[in-house]
């Protein structure tokens, strides 16, 4: 149709998404990263026709990205190939929380217990925008670092299984195979487990929106290019 739906760019060591949140003015995040045990990693710079983005690690070592943008332009979401939504996966859940808080004034909600499944949902008086899931090892390795972890919409008729299938014939490889994102549910064994995961290896006023709308969680895998 025409309509961006992600950028891609050239990077070494590896390859990884980077997440980035409008911000109505690029000096207000860059200044609070500095005053918080965060760190900017570039800018901000001028992207010529586009506005201004700075990149940087939040103080729980997460890299993000922030694009003060020159104009509006559409950002396709929630359709077939496109974001959906957009989950930080960290150790230190409450840290996080407050820097984002005091960095945009999200609403947060826990969804989880907030023990077992320590999981917030972040808005800004409407749908949620962003989650929050806070790693323990029973579940994540304990030299995993903090990161977003970014969903893509697939088509309903065919499902993750059928993107699963395919994501395997282009050679990547299946990180989580397709399952329910129940958080809080329980396991086999009675234990709680988080969004069903299996274990993985390897000031307010200021305007910030995710560059997309959120949708329902519905059922979801974890899958590497």
Known sequence: TGVKTCGHTTTEPYATWTLYLTSSMIAYPADAIHRSAGQVLSGPVDGPGHGRVLTGADPTGAAIGFWQ?????????????????AELDTWEGAWADEFFWNLFGYHQRQIGNGVDVDYTTWSRGGPAMLGRLEMNEDWAEPDMAAQWMLHFAVDPRSGTDAATNRVLELG???DIYPDEPRVG????????SPLQRKRFHGRHGHTSTLRHGVGQHRRRCVLAD
């Open 69 to 85: 943008p020159t104009r509006p332009w559409i950002f396709h979401t929630l359709d077939p190939g496109s974001l959906i939504w």
């Open 172 to 174: 990547g490889r299946v």
């Open 185 to 192: 549910g329980t396991r086999r064994d009675g234990r709680q």
